[in-house]
């Protein structure tokens, strides 16, 4: 590695020790203190994700269009919150830059909306979906044969899904989440080695210090908005889990999938739909974001 290189990792290395807060994955009520030394870090850019989209017109190909429900489709509540959130964002946190990876009903794949979160140097990737259970396959009798029971099986619609999930990138990703850190290191040094040695003690103790903070960042987050979404607008929550969802690995950067509602369920597609509803759904997110920027942006002695 070049001697450049070597001392970027350490200098690195030494600011990335001194930015990271300790967070619990549980969340506890913490000690106040009489004085708070700032980090110096500052959350400049959120990169909000409004999950799926329609087919492009003039295009070919299969564009996946998301869940649906009896009325309304993911691509266009997503889009819609989507508007709503960079609105309320940019008013209670002017400081902030508010970036969407789409604008419109068009689709973006997962890739392109990977690139714009690292092209624009994300401090946090919000991904929003709308959630939905596939059919279920029941067994109906129809008839006997030599005195045998005959039977078909259908297909029914499974409604029976409700409130939200938050999704983080599971460990599987490791790999793709490695590779997503090291360019965008490497696009803020040119003479960065674009292939840090393994066996390098510095490199790999730089890389994995990245990784966790992204995941505790990324869970801590996660956890903000799930008790913003339960303890303040009374919805049922499925929790927290890690899934291998690639636009988050790709993001270098903590990452949070919102499944914000189930839209095959009814009372959750007419609370998706509602002003009401999309107003809560924003209003949350804004809190556990506004939360967490108060956190990593300052430390306790």
Same mark, same amino acid.
């Given at each position: 590695?070049?001697?450049?290189?070597?001392?970027?990792?350490?200098?690195?290395? +030494? %600011?990335?020790?001194?930015?990271? !807060?300790?967070?619990?994955?549980?969340?506890?009520?913490?000690? /106040? &203190?009489?004085?708070?030394?700032?980090?110096?870090?500052?959350?400049?850019?959120?990169?909000?994700?409004?999950?799926?989209?329609?087919?492009?017109?003039?295009?070919?190909?299969?564009?996946?269009?998301?869940?649906?429900?009896?009325?309304?489709?993911?691509?266009?509540?997503?889009?819609?919150?989507?508007?709503?959130?960079?609105?309320?964002?940019?008013?209670?946190?002017?400081?902030?830059?508010?970036?969407?990876?789409?604008?419109?009903?068009?689709?973006?794949?997962?890739?392109?909306?990977?690139?714009?979160?690292?092209?624009?140097?994300?401090?946090?990737?919000? +991904? %929003?979906?709308?959630?939905?259970? !596939?059919?279920?396959?029941?067994?109906?009798?129809?008839?006997? /044969? &030599?005195?045998?029971?005959?039977?078909?099986?259908?297909?029914?619609?499974?409604?029976?899904?409700?409130?939200?999930?938050?999704?983080?990138?599971?460990?599987?990703?490791?790999?793709?989440?490695?590779?997503?850190?090291?360019?965008?290191?490497?696009?803020?040094?040119?003479?960065?080695?674009?292939?840090?040695?393994?066996?390098?003690?510095?490199?790999?103790?730089?890389?994995?210090?990245?990784?966790?903070?992204?995941?505790?960042?990324?869970?801590?987050?996660?956890?903000?908005?799930?008790?913003?979404?339960?303890?303040?607008?009374?919805?049922?929550?499925?929790?927290?889990?890690?899934?291998?969802?690639?636009?988050?690995?790709?993001?270098?950067?903590?990452?949070?999938?919102?499944?914000?509602?189930?839209?095959?369920?009814?009372?959750?597609?007419?609370?998706?739909?509602?002003?009401?509803?999309?107003?809560?759904?924003?209003?949350?997110?804004?809190?556990?974001?506004?939360?967490?920027?108060?956190?990593?942006?300052?430390?306790?002695?």
């Amino acid at each position: 590695m070049k001697n450049k290189a070597l001392k970027r990792l350490n200098y690195g290395l +030494s %600011l990335l020790l001194t930015l990271i !807060p300790v967070f619990s994955f549980a969340l506890t009520t913490h000690t /106040k &203190h009489d004085t708070v030394t700032t980090t110096g870090y500052k959350l400049r850019t959120i990169i909000v994700d409004p999950g799926h989209g329609g087919k492009p017109s003039g295009t070919t190909g299969n564009y996946s269009h998301g869940a649906s429900g009896s009325y309304s489709s993911e691509r266009n509540v997503t889009l819609a919150l989507a508007l709503k959130l960079q609105k309320e964002l940019e008013k209670e946190l002017p400081s902030v830059k508010v970036v969407l990876t789409r604008s419109n009903e068009d689709d973006v794949s997962w890739q392109r909306r990977a690139e714009i979160a690292n092209e624009n140097k994300g401090d946090l990737f919000i +991904s %929003l979906h709308c959630n939905s259970l !596939p059919d279920r396959r029941i067994r109906e009798l129809v008839g006997h /044969k &030599h005195h045998k029971p005959v039977y078909h099986y259908v297909d029914v619609p499974d409604r029976s899904g409700r409130g939200v999930l938050m999704l983080v990138y599971g460990f599987h990703r490791t790999k793709e989440e490695e590779n997503a850190i090291k360019k965008n290191l490497i696009e803020d040094d040119a003479e960065m080695d674009t292939n840090p040695d393994p066996n390098d003690p510095e490199a790999m103790i730089l890389m994995n210090e990245y990784k966790r903070k992204y995941r505790t960042r990324s869970i801590h987050l996660a956890e903000l908005i799930n008790s913003e979404f339960v303890d303040t607008d009374g919805r049922h929550s499925d929790g927290i889990r890690e899934q291998g969802v690639l636009v988050l690995c790709h993001s270098a950067m903590p990452a949070v999938l919102v499944e914000t509602g189930f839209i095959d369920n009814p009372d959750d597609e007419a609370y998706l739909n509602s002003e009401k509803g999309q107003d809560e759904i924003v209003a949350s997110i804004v809190r556990a974001i506004e939360s967490y920027k108060a956190e990593v942006e300052q430390v306790s002695p």
